[in-house]
C-alpha cells in the first residue's frame, strides 16, 4: 500500500495543471491520460520524499491534488477518491483525513504528516441559529449535511471532546455516542461550556447512511428544542 508524495506535470500529455501522482513506493499514476509506472522510468527529475519524523507534509500540494480526484457517495457524503484511499477535507482545505479503503492491516487513516489536527468547524458560531459540538469528524460532516444553518465543530474523538471549550452567543448542542466514553466526553465538555447534551444510539454518520438526512436532522432539531 502506498502513499501519495507529490503532483507533477505529466510527460506523456499535454498538461495545462499537474495531473500525475507520485507515491512514496516510487510509482506515478496520471489522473489525465491514466499512465502508470515507475518514477525511474520518467524524464523528470524527481526526490521522493521519505516521510521520517522530521518531515512536514506541503497540505496545499496535497490539496492540489486531492481537488482533481473524482467524487462519489461513501458514508453518505460525496468524497473523493483514488486507488488507495477516500478524503475526509476539512473547510476552506485546511486539513483531511485519508481512510484507507482497503486497509490490510495498516490502521484505517492516514493524516497530514507534521501538522496538528485543527477542530473541524463548518459555519460561524455566532451568525448562524445554533452551534453543534459533536465527537467525530465524520459525524460532524453528516450534520452539517442535514443541518446546514448551524455551526457545527468536532475537536476529533471523545477523549479530545471532553477537552473541548467553545463559546458562542447562540444555543450549543453537544453531541456524541450513547456509550460510556462518549457520555463522558460529553459532560466534561459540558463544564466547559453551557449547552445541553444529545446522547445517540447510532453515530451521525450511521442515522445519515441507513435512514437518511431527514431522520438525522429530525433527531438533532428535537434534541435542540425539545
Known amino acids: 500500500m502506498s502513499n501519495f508524495v507529490s503532483l507533477e506535470y505529466c510527460e506523456f500529455h499535454e498538461d495545462d495543471s499537474p495531473s500525475m501522482a507520485i507515491y512514496d513506493d516510487e510509482h506515478y499514476h496520471c489522473f489525465g491520460c491514466d499512465k502508470t509506472g515507475q518514477v525511474a522510468d520518467l524524464k523528470l527529475d524527481i526526490t521522493i520524499k521519505k516521510r521520517e519524523e522530521n518531515y512536514v507534509e506541503d497540505i496545499k500540494q496535497t490539496f492540489t491534488y486531492i481537488n482533481t480526484l473524482p467524487t462519489k457517495s461513501i458514508r453518505g457524503l460525496e468524497l473523493p477518491y483514488d486507488d488507495v484511499y477516500y478524503y475526509l477535507t476539512w473547510p476552506n482545505d485546511t486539513y483531511y483525513l485519508a481512510r484507507f479503503i482497503d486497509p490490510q492491516g495498516r490502521g484505517k487513516y492516514r493524516c497530514p504528516t507534521g501538522h496538528k489536527r485543527p477542530t473541524f468547524l463548518t459555519g460561524t458560531p455566532n451568525s448562524t441559529v445554533g452551534a453543534i459540538i459533536v465527537e467525530g469528524e465524520f459525524n460532524a460532516a453528516s450534520l452539517a449535511l442535514a443541518l446546514p444553518e448551524f455551526a457545527i465543530g468536532s475537536p476529533g474523538s471523545a477523549t479530545e471532546l471532553g477537552k473541548f471549550t467553545f463559546r458562542s452567543e447562540v444555543p450549543i448542542l453537544i453531541?456524541?455516542?450513547?456509550?460510556?466514553?462518549?457520555?463522558?466526553?460529553?459532560?466534561?465538555?459540558?463544564?466547559?461550556?453551557?449547552?445541553?447534551?444529545?446522547?445517540?444510539?447510532?453515530?451521525?454518520?450511521?442515522?445519515?447512511?441507513?435512514?437518511?438526512?431527514?431522520?438525522?436532522?429530525?433527531?438533532?432539531?428535537?434534541?435542540?428544542?425539545g
Not at 466526553?185 to 447512511?209: E, F, P, Q
Not at 441507513?210 to 434534541?223: F, P, S, V, Y
Open 175 to 225: 453531541v456524541a455516542d450513547a456509550d460510556k466514553p462518549g457520555a463522558i466526553g460529553a459532560i466534561k465538555c459540558k463544564s466547559y461550556t453551557d449547552a445541553k447534551i444529545h446522547l445517540m444510539d447510532r453515530d451521525a454518520n450511521n442515522v445519515l447512511v441507513t435512514q437518511g438526512k431527514g431522520t438525522l436532522r429530525d433527531e438533532i432539531i428535537k434534541a435542540f428544542y
